[in-house]
């Protein structure tokens, strides 16, 4: 049977590992590479790295991490943050990563997914998609969550997909670094809409947040957060001990 | 040494790094003499049956790896690489594959259930139906990484494991030397890893059945 995926993210600024709480007052944490490692033995299914510096040398920097973490964690590497070009997509292939996840490039030219999608294959195109309830609706943000689209999310999510979107990782504004749990309405209205696999992410603040999610939104295929990982809150291990017990499909490692 | 067979199908980076982590000496070629010179051949791939087998033909790497597979050396087909190993595949269409180990690649989709998602994407466990020395370092319902829409089929004889997905999905396969792995050994943590120190004990054997 195929598991639910526990999936820690790094986001990375200027080579090192930062986590904001509601995208502001970011603080730094460690070394990427050794959080990548220390991760993986302890049960990770994935990583992502999210590339958060708009510098050129930041960006050189984080191609650096990316090269030495890739060489030394094997398994599946998601890399998103500044992709807007093909010329991004394969930058950071080459470097190692195995997905690469576009959010305001695809807002600004959604046919970077399409094209995106017919050279690397659609299991290599993750929608990463910023979300907030405004006047009654999933609204589209930008820019990392500072601009509002005006988009309804559900329908730029399907028409993604149908562009050539492998994977949706769904980032809910209104619950991102509250610990209050995840979004649970949002998430189910997406997995509803699109038949690729939803990766959640946004709220997570306890190992009972996880249970919740996986139980209330069976059709979920992951969890994603950072700062409860980072800080050690929450430990991978404990977590997947205690989906076992659930009766929740998890990998033991 | 493993030559990685380079004809321009998918990232190589983390099968490399895999290898050299492993302590193998790996060279991504497709020079003809280097492959000759090799122990043993990898053959990766990621994306569309009809584009990879073409490319491989094109670039004279069909006839080079069916060459070598039929002198005993052992082969490694890993995602579309193993796909790339059976009869023919039925992905958008009809298309001819190597031929080394019997059966045909059909869509996941005829065989599992509707609320099942495709691609079947994650980690899912190993059921062995076969001895095989390619699992001596791991253990039955062992966790890899999968990422496919097609599966090997009408290939029961030459099946070494499968993966439930709404369904028994072929797993891993082989006919004599030629193996064939549908999940990501490069990509499944310690377990890939030790898959693929299995494969670089492998010695050349005979025939093929």
Redesign the interface.
């Known amino acids: ?3 639910k ?1 526990i999936i820690p993210c790094l986001d990375v600024k200027d080579g090192r590992v930062v986590k904001g709480v509601n995208f502001e007052n970011l603080g730094d944490v460690a070394s990427p590479v050794d959080m990548a490692k220390l991760y ?1 033995n302890s049960g990770a ?1 994935e990583l992502v790295f999210y590339d958060i510096t708009a510098s050129a040398e930041g960006r050189k920097l984080f191609t650096e991490i990316l090269t030495e973490t ?3 964690v ?3 590497l998601t890399v998103g943050g500044g992709i807007n070009t093909i010329a991004d997509f394969d930058r950071v ?4 990563a ?1 997905k690469v996840s576009v959010n305001s490039g695809a807002i600004r030219n959604p046919s970077l997914i399409t094209e995106a999608a017919k050279l ?5 195109v993750v929608l990463s998609c910023d979300i907030k309830r405004v006047d009654g609706e999933f609204r589209v943000f930008a820019r990392g969550g500072r601009d509002d689209t005006g988009m309804e999310a559900i329908s730029w999510i399907r028409r993604c997909v149908d562009m050539g979107a ?2 949706v990782v769904v980032n809910s504004i209104d619950t991102d670094g509250v610990k209050k749990g995840f979004d649970i309405e949002m998430l189910d209205a997406v997995c509803k809409a699109v ?3 939803v990766i959640a992410s946004g709220g997570a603040g306890s190992i009972d947040d996880f249970i919740e999610l996986f139980r209330k939104v069976p ?1 979920i ?2 969890g994603l957060a950072a700062s409860i990982f980072h800080f050690g809150e929450v430990s991978i291990a404990d977590l997947k001990a205690r989906m076992a017990e659930e009766g929740i499909p998890v ?1 033991i ?1 | 040494m493993v030559a990685i067979i380079d004809y321009g199908v998918g ?1 190589l ?2 099968l490399r ?2 290898l ?2 492993i302590g193998a000496d790996a060279v991504v070629t497709s020079d003809e003499k280097v492959i000759a010179s090799s122990d043993r051949i990898i053959l990766p791939g ?3 049956f009809e584009d990879a087998a073409r490319k491989l033909r094109e670039s004279g790497m069909a006839d080079v790896v069916r060459r070598e597979a039929a002198l005993g050396k052992p082969l490694l087909g890993i995602c579309l690489g193993m796909q790339l190993m059976f009869d023919k595949s039925y992905e958008y269409g009809e298309h001819e594959g190597l031929g080394l180990i019997h059966g045909v690649v059909r869509p996941i989709a005829d065989v599992i259930p509707d609320d099942y ?9 190993l059921r062995f139906t076969a001895d095989s020395p390619l699992f001596k370092y791991i253990s039955e319902g062992d ?1 890899v ?1 999968f ?1 496919h829409s097609f599966y090997a089929a009408d290939c029961d004889e030459s099946t070494l494991a499968v993966t ?2 709404g369904a028994d999905l072929t797993a891993a396969a082989a006919n004599g030397n030629v193996y064939g792995c549908q999940f990501h050994p ?5 377990v ?2 030790r898959i693929l120190k299995a494969f670089l004990e492998l010695h050349r054997t005979g025939d093929l059945k």
């Open positions: 049977m195929i598991t995926r993986t299914d890739a060489s030394n094997f398994i599946p292939l080459k470097c190692g195995d690397y294959g659609d299991q290599c492998g994977e038949s690729v696999p059709t295929d992951a990998r490692v | 990232n980076f983390s790094s895999s050299a982590e990621v994306g569309a998602k495709i691609p079947h994407i994650g980690w899912n466990a966790y990484y990422v439930e997905y490069e990509k499944s943590g310690t890939g890893l």
